[in-house]
C-alpha cells in the first residue's frame, strides 16, 4: 500500500527554535509539494520540486524558510527561526507528472502539525 | 498565477438532499481540475477528478462539470449522507503543472 509518509506527525516548539519536517514520497512519483493548512483553511502552495529540481518556492517565507530535497526518497522543509505564526498543519504530496500534466492523483501524507509558542 | 475561488464556504443540507459546491479558476491553461475531501484532523484525499477534454463525470452519488468557456466546475452529491460531512476542496492544476486550491466548503449533513 502505497503512501506518502511524513514526520514528525507532532511537533511542539518555543519561538526561535529550528524545525525540520520530513517527507518520503511514494516511490515512482517525480512530482512532491509542500502545503501548509492552518485552521482547516485552504492549502496554501509553499514550495515544490519535479525529478528533484525546485520549481516554485514562492510560497514561502524565504527569510526562514527553506525546501529541499537531497534524493528521490526524501524532501525536507525546513524553518529557522520559527514564529508562532507558523503554528499549521504542513503537508507533503507526491504525483506523477509528465508533459501533459497530472496522470493520477496527487497523494498526501498525513501531515505535520507544528505548533510554536 | 491561478487564482481558484470556491463558494460556499459553509453548507448544511438534510439528509437525501443534494449539495452542490462551485469553483471558478482563472488560468485558461488549467486543464486538470480534482475534488477532495478532509475529514476531520486527516489528510485530503481525492475523490473525483476531470480534465479539460470532458464535460461530466459520475462516480456513483458524485459528479463534476466543468465549462471551460466560462471557467467554472462544480462537484455534485446526490442522496447524501452524514458521512459525507466533511471539508470539500477544489484544485486546478497551474501552467506549470502545480495544484492551486480553492479555500474549501464545509458541507454538514443533518441526520
Known amino acids: 500500500d502505497a503512501r506518502v509518509t511524513q514526520t514528525p506527525r507532532h511537533k511542539v516548539t518555543e519561538m526561535g527554535q529550528e524545525v525540520t519536517m520530513r517527507c518520503q514520497p511514494i516511490l515512482g512519483h517525480n512530482t512532491v509539494f509542500w502545503y501548509r493548512q492552518t485552521m482547516m483553511q485552504g492549502l496554501e502552495l509553499l514550495a515544490y520540486f519535479r525529478n528533484r529540481a525546485p520549481l516554485d518556492d514562492s510560497g514561502m517565507p524565504k527569510d526562514r524558510f527553506s525546501a529541499e530535497m537531497p534524493d528521490a526518497t526524501l524532501a525536507t522543509l525546513k524553518i529557522q527561526p520559527s514564529e508562532p505564526r507558523d503554528s499549521a498543519v504542513y503537508f507533503c504530496a507526491s504525483g506523477l507528472v509528465l508533459g501533459q500534466g497530472f496522470t493520477g492523483e496527487l497523494f498526501f501524507g498525513e501531515g505535520s502539525r507544528l505548533t510554536v509558542l | 498565477g491561478e487564482n481558484v475561488e470556491q463558494h460556499p464556504s459553509t453548507l448544511s443540507v438534510q439528509e437525501g438532499d443534494s449539495a452542490v459546491i462551485k469553483c471558478t479558476y482563472s488560468?485558461?491553461?488549467?486543464?486538470?481540475f480534482p475534488w477532495y475531501k478532509q475529514e476531520l484532523g486527516k489528510r485530503p484525499q481525492l475523490i473525483i477528478d476531470?480534465?479539460?477534454?470532458?464535460g461530466e463525470k459520475k462516480d456513483q452519488r458524485i459528479a463534476v462539470t466543468l465549462n471551460k468557456t466560462a471557467k467554472h466546475f462544480s462537484l455534485h452529491i446526490t442522496e447524501t449522507q452524514p458521512e459525507d460531512s466533511a471539508v470539500y476542496f477544489c484544485?486546478?492544476?497551474?501552467?506549470?503543472?502545480?495544484?492551486?486550491f480553492g479555500s474549501g466548503t464545509r458541507l454538514q449533513v443533518q441526520p
Open positions: 488560468d485558461s491553461a488549467s486543464n486538470y
Open positions: 476531470i480534465r479539460s477534454n470532458v
Open positions: 484544485a486546478a492544476d497551474t501552467g506549470r503543472r502545480a495544484l492551486t
